[in-house]
């Protein structure tokens, strides 16, 4: 696709970058099915092919107005269509700049800019959104229902193994997660120890920058990753295996951090390094003798949610179900395994109505086999699925040792 840059664009840098990820576009269409914003409303505009239209009608014009926000906003950035495109259009990296451009040539209501500072502001400093939560969940039975659905009732902790693994990595801690889900973290600990690694975590890391650069706030999202750059370095320095983190969609962050900080003169080797190391908890696990856990597998069948971040930016789509299958669980049928659930970061907050539509797409698409639980590998797909009928749970859970028989 040949894009002619609006003079004020001639210059700058992110124009320019987008003008060169556009050209990757033939127009082929293959995106649009694979969509679930379009599968939802059937409006191009909210296609990946659509909304590459309108970034480039920005392009060249140098305007833009509250259609074209709103059909960017729209956008879960699930990727999908990147895992369909014949020609390898970086998407997500488009629509970042897209967004970034558009909300210059057309600002936001103040109401709707003050929602997203504030969501940019609370979601990814730990220590106030546990504050937050605790807060919420002293008051979760007086809340309605939409409301009382997304704030996770508090979770029982159990002891964590002392250090000494033969082995140490680092391990992302996370925001939400270690406040809503600590469960997860702790499994991973036990699971972990049980195998001879110990997950260290460094006390100055904080937030992966995700939140912040998907809400328009890319600067303060690199501030994220040079703190956590530092809060790493001389582990790394020491010699870390790996970095670790249990929820794909900061895993997905992590090895992007080369790329966002390449033009950093400080940072840009550092960044590179610290996305070398970064896996997902799955890829190490999947390395180990799984037979020393001896995980309770009789809870029924088990249905896989493979999260956008884990299946399409980081390209496992099939790390959990060969996990699972081989610590001997019993794995349901699902369907639609490459469409969104809808929880995308922020998103179902933002966009409540297609969200919940999109929530209930994939509770009925993971559940056609009738599973006894829901695994996943994110947090924000777990809160987002969450529902009693099926309860949801992360995928480490279920190997761990302090895990007692017929628990959910």
Not at 53 to 81: F, P, V
Not at 96 to 125: F, T
Not at 295 to 303: Q, V
């Amino acid at each position: 696709m040949h894009t002619d840059l609006h003079p004020q664009y001639q210059n700058n840098p992110d124009a320019q970058r987008a003008k060169q990820l556009l050209s990757a576009c033939v127009h082929c269409g293959f995106c649009l099915e694979t969509c679930p914003t379009y599968l939802e409303t059937r409006d191009e505009r909210d296609s990946p092919r659509g909304r590459i239209y309108l970034i480039r009608q920005l392009l060249e014009t140098g305007s833009a107005s509250a259609t074209t926000t709103h059909h960017l906003d729209r956008c879960l950035t699930c990727r999908s269509c990147e895992t369909t495109c014949p020609s390898g259009v970086q998407y997500a990296q488009l629509a970042d700049i897209g967004q970034h451009l558009a909300e210059k040539a057309a600002p936001r209501p103040r109401l709707q800019g003050a929602v997203r500072q504030v969501l940019r502001a609370v979601i990814s400093r730990p220590t106030l959104f546990r504050y937050l939560l605790r807060t919420g969940q002293a008051l979760r039975p007086l809340l309605p229902g939409p409301l009382r659905r997304q704030v996770p009732p508090k979770q029982p902790r159990l002891p964590l193994p002392a250090a000494g693994g033969q082995r140490t990595l680092l391990v992302l801690e996370g925001c939400v997660q270690a406040a809503a889900t600590p469960a997860t973290n702790d499994a991973a600990r036990r699971v972990c120890a049980a195998l001879g690694i110990t997950l260290q975590a460094a006390p100055r890391a904080g937030c992966c920058g995700a939140v912040r650069q998907h809400l328009g706030g890319a600067e303060a999202a690199r501030d994220d990753m040079r703190r956590n750059i530092d809060a790493w370095w001389p582990a790394i320095e020491a010699g870390a295996e790996a970095i670790v983190s249990t929820a794909s969609g900061c895993g997905a962050m992590l090895v992007d951090y080369g790329r966002l900080l390449a033009d950093d003169p400080r940072y840009a080797q550092r960044a590179a390094r610290v996305s070398s190391l970064a896996r997902d908890l799955g890829e190490v696990l999947l390395e180990e003798d799984l037979s020393v856990l001896a995980p309770e597998t009789g809870c029924g069948k088990i249905a896989v949610h493979t999260p956008c971040s884990l299946q399409h930016a980081l390209r496992q789509p099939d790390l959990l179900p060969s996990l699972l299958r081989r610590a001997g669980f019993s794995l349901a049928r699902t369907e639609e395994s490459h469409i969104c659930c809808g929880s995308a970061g922020t998103y179902s907050l933002l966009q409540p109505a297609l969200s919940e539509r999109l929530r209930q797409r994939k509770r009925a698409a993971l559940t056609v086999d009738n599973p006894a639980l829901i695994a996943t590998a994110n947090i924000g797909c777990q809160l987002h699925l969450a529902d009693p009928a099926v309860p949801v749970l992360h995928w480490i859970e279920l190997l761990d040792p302090a895990r007692s028989p017929g628990s959910q």
